[in-house]
């Protein structure tokens, strides 16, 4: 059975580092779920029909890392048929040997619920607006303004919303350097293998 690892938490919490860590660190494959979403919402049309024929093409797309995108990822996310059409794909990858880091907003929840680990990275408002300023080279209140509102709509839609699951373990990286938060990460790794 792959080990199969489940991230989930808000915008710039500090998730995607640490999955990627932990990926490194294991030997495992990673996902950023995130992409998924972002690279449905940046084909534009029909997002269900751009969810059901996306392609490895569409998600390495240069444009997906912005503001916008995140935006319109999370206006389609918030669509039941979007989400259904991206779920096989997920799992399949979470299927892979020796094991699978996933990172999300439902992946502990719905994606991926029987993970034997399941972290949920969180941090607060300020110090997550702080970071994609410095990594988008944006104005900090603007980001504090665009991660609210985008969490807003994650965490209130009806399908999926962010949350932790019953079972996570959270990691506030708020006042963490990256090297302690991966170790953390790591060690709750080690401790569930
Ligand atoms: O993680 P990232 O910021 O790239 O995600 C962009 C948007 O995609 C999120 O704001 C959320 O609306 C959506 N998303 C989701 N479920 C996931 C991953 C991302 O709804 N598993």
């Known amino acids: 059975m792959p080990f199969i690892i489940a991230i989930d938490g808000p915008a710039a919490s500090g998730k995607g580092t640490i999955a990627r860590a932990l990926a490194a660190h294991f030997g495992f494959h990673h996902l950023d779920t995130g992409l998924l979403y972002r690279a449905t919402g940046a084909k534009g049309g029909d ?65 991926c619920p029987d993970a034997p680990l399941k972290l949920y990275v969180t941090a607060s408002d300020r110090i997550r607006a702080a970071r994609r300023a410095a990594e988008l080279g944006a104005d900090e209140a603007v980001m504090l303004a665009e991660l609210q509102e985008r969490d807003r709509r994650d965490s209130e839609r009806a399908t999926a919303p962010l949350k932790p699951a019953a079972d996570a373990v959270v990691l506030d990286t708020s006042h963490l350097s990256i090297a302690d938060a991966i170790a953390r990460a790591i060690a709750e790794a080690d401790r569930a293998r």
């Open 47 to 111: 997002p269900v029909l751009a969810a059901q024929t996306l392609t490895s093409g569409d998600l390495n797309r240069s444009d997906l890392r912005s503001a916008e995108a995140g935006q319109a990822a999370s206006r389609i996310a918030a669509i039941p048929e979007v989400r259904a059409a991206l779920v096989d794909f997920q799992r399949r990858f979470a299927a892979q040997e020796p094991g699978a880091v996933l990172d999300g907003r439902d992946i502990g929840t719905v994606i």
